[in-house]
């Protein structure tokens, strides 16, 4: 019986050396494609049994061209270009690369990211003579109430007013926040911080009628993804002051818009970014590779991809 064979459609910057040696090393055929094109893929990529992509897209028309495919592994935290939903109806296993960031740091970096935005908003209005915003008088407001959300919201009650929180991550519901609905929170919060990943059924989960819904003046924390917000109308919430900031903690990458020269989002100044750098890592696609070993020798991958469902069923999205 040959080697089983695992195929890397595109590296990015990062050297595959270390990925080819530790699969090697465990008898496993390797090659590295260098693109992201679907018809080179599927014409080279056939009898692959694992495929580990950073920009490819992997969608239904790629899966069935890879009869053979077991295991999907995603260089990017979110696999928002991979179709979960086609993935799951097949079986395979998705795998993406965890954070190196714990959930301690998670938590205080979105906390930091909501008090740097008030300091900002309370600065501004100083010079306008308006009453500044202060947390103890604010409402925060977590969509999804994982690790991260649970540990934000116990470093955050001595300094809010009150935290509320919606999702059904949880068995128990942490203690000392209220639980509430999407568009309730959408409609009390002063400070909202997203905490969901990004699947078919949250991808634009803010868009037009979200933020419509929201407080004027409301800030919005996205330690997750791009994906999660509708980029058009969070720059018009934005611009006509509805929304009174954006932070964003997701790396830069994850939305290469942000690189460019002209991007609206990245240049407002009611706009600030602190990315997680921690995951920017060299090694990522060793990683991979030893997650793919860890799939053979014991019948499941870590840091799997579960997608089941929408997180909200009464979100207010925009399609």
């Known amino acids: 019986m040959p080697d089983p064979r695992v195929v890397i459609t595109d590296t990015g910057s990062f050297d595959p050396e270390p990925a080819l040696k530790l699969l090697g090393d465990a008898g496993f055929q390797t090659r590295v494609l260098g693109t992201r094109d679907p018809k080179r893929i599927a014409a080279e990529a056939s009898d692959a049994i694992a495929l580990i992509v950073n920009e490819t897209r992997v969608d239904a028309e790629l899966l069935d061209a890879l009869p053979g495919l077991r295991l999907v592994m995603a260089m990017r935290p979110g696999s928002s270009r991979i179709d979960m939903v086609e993935a799951e109806r097949r079986g395979l296993w998705v795998s993406e690369l965890p954070r190196r960031e714990n959930v301690e740091q998670a938590a205080n970096r979105a906390l930091a990211l909501a008090l ?19 947390a103890r008088d604010l409402t925060l407001g977590l969509v999804g109430m994982g690790q991260v959300a649970t540990r934000l919201a116990d470093c955050a009650a001595p300094l809010f007013k009150q ?95 942000h690189f460019t020269t002209r991007c609206a989002l ?54």
Not at 179 to 207: C, M, N, Q, W, Y
Not at 213 to 234: E, F, H, Q, W
Not at 272 to 279: G, H, L, M, S, V
Request: aromatic share 6%; hydrophobic share 40%.
């Open 163 to 257: 935290v509320i929180g919606t999702g059904s991550r949880l068995r128990q519901w942490p203690r000392g926040v209220g639980r509430t609905g999407f568009r309730e929170l959408l409609r009390t919060a002063d400070v909202i911080s997203l905490h969901v990943p990004l699947t078919p059924g949250t991808k634009s989960l803010i868009g037009a009628p979200a933020l419509a819904a929201m407080r004027p003046g409301t800030v919005l924390i996205n330690l997750s993804s791009p994906g999660l917000v509708d980029r058009r109308a969070l720059l018009t919430a934005l611009d006509t002051h509805h929304l009174a900031g954006y932070s964003a903690g997701y790396a830069l990458e994850d939305d290469r818009t």
């Open 116 to 134: 740097v935005q008030l300091r900002r908003i309370a600065h501004h209005r100083e010079t306008s003579f308006a009453p500044p915003p202060r």
């Open 266 to 319: 990245r240049n407002h100044p009611a706009v600030r970014f602190a990315p997680d750098n921690a995951d920017q890592c060299q090694d990522r696609l060793a990683v991979l590779a030893r997650n793919i070993v860890t799939w053979r020798d014991r019948g499941f991958p870590v840091a799997t991809v579960a997608r089941t469902g929408p997180f909200f069923p009464d979100a207010a999205r925009s399609d």
